[in-house]
């Protein structure tokens, strides 16, 4: 089992730049893959970014993409998302997942909330125009 507790979320203004953390507790980091999610007020959870436990892999949904990367430190039992170039349509409580089954080769189940087993309690991110 693992626990994730997020950081660093706060009010920035439209233009701005944020890091959220993510720091994990528990088994081995490097063990599980690593995702983003966001939800805004009246709005489904939404995919943000992923990363593979080696980190040799990334993912970004399309409203993010070029704007936020997300990185990990194994070393140190953490997940990063910088966000830069933020946009009042940012705005959102953001969590960090994680999950360590095996998965095939290719899938797309890093996009899917339901495929991650743990999630931190939520970091508010609000950008103000």
């Known amino acids: 089992q693992v626990q994730l507790v997020e950081s660093g979320g706060g009010l920035v203004q439209a233009g701005g730049s944020l890091r959220l953390s993510c720091a994990a507790s528990?088994?081995?980091?490097?063990?599980?893959?690593m995702g983003w999610f966001r939800q805004a007020p009246g709005k489904q959870r939404e995919f943000v970014a992923a990363?593979?436990?080696?980190?040799?892999?990334?993912y970004y949904a399309d409203s993010v993409k070029g704007r936020f990367t997300i990185s990990r430190d194994n070393a140190k039992n953490t997940v990063y998302l910088q966000m830069n170039s933020l946009k009042p349509e940012d705005t959102a409580v953001y969590y960090c997942?994680?999950?360590?089954?095996?998965?095939?080769?290719?899938?797309?189940?890093?996009?899917?909330?339901?495929?991650?087993?743990?999630w931190g309690q939520g970091t508010q991110v609000t950008v103000s125009s």
């Open positions: 990363i593979s436990r080696s980190a040799g892999k990334t």
């Open positions: 997942a994680a999950d360590d089954r095996p998965r095939q080769y290719g899938s797309t189940w890093y996009l899917r909330g339901y495929e991650y087993t743990y």
């Open positions: 528990g088994r081995s980091f490097s063990s599980y893959a």
